[in-house]
Nanobody, 128 residues
């Protein structure tokens, strides 16, 4: 059984940084793609970044340059480092996974419709 648990959200001033964590269990270490998504109130879910089992990252443009996705295989945890946060980054952030060896940009553009496993989300608030 695959489980994903996000943590690390909170309230941070504009210009600040946060590192979100996605603790995974049940995924094959050599066969998975893990992605990060966010959804603001009243908005559609948006793909941000993903990383495959080989450690190759994929980013979409919305926060590109301010995000770094990484994975610690020993801890089965995927991280999303977010820098220079802005009020428009306020949202619930989710990690998701799919049983594939590679990640593709279209999976993020499709708002995660291909992803099978989802965490419960962690709230990030950047006051204006």
């Amino acid at each position: 059984q695959v489980q994903l648990v996000e943590s690390g959200g909170g309230s941070v001033q504009a210009g600040g940084s946060l590192r979100l964590s996605c603790a995974t269990s049940g995924l094959r270490s050599d066969w998975h793609c893990v992605g990060w998504f966010r959804q603001a109130a009243g908005e559609e879910r948006e793909g941000l970044a993903s990383i495959d089992s080989g450690g190759a990252p994929t980013y979409l443009n919305s926060m590109k340059g301010r995000l770094t996705i990484s994975e610690d295989n020993a801890k089965s945890t995927v991280y999303l480092q977010m820098n220079d946060l802005k009020p428009e980054d306020t949202a619930t952030y989710y990690c998701a996974a799919i049983d594939r060896s590679l990640c593709y940009g279209f999976q993020l553009k499709n708002r995660g419709s291909e992803f099978v496993y989802w965490g419960q989300g962690t709230q990030v608030t950047v006051p204006s």
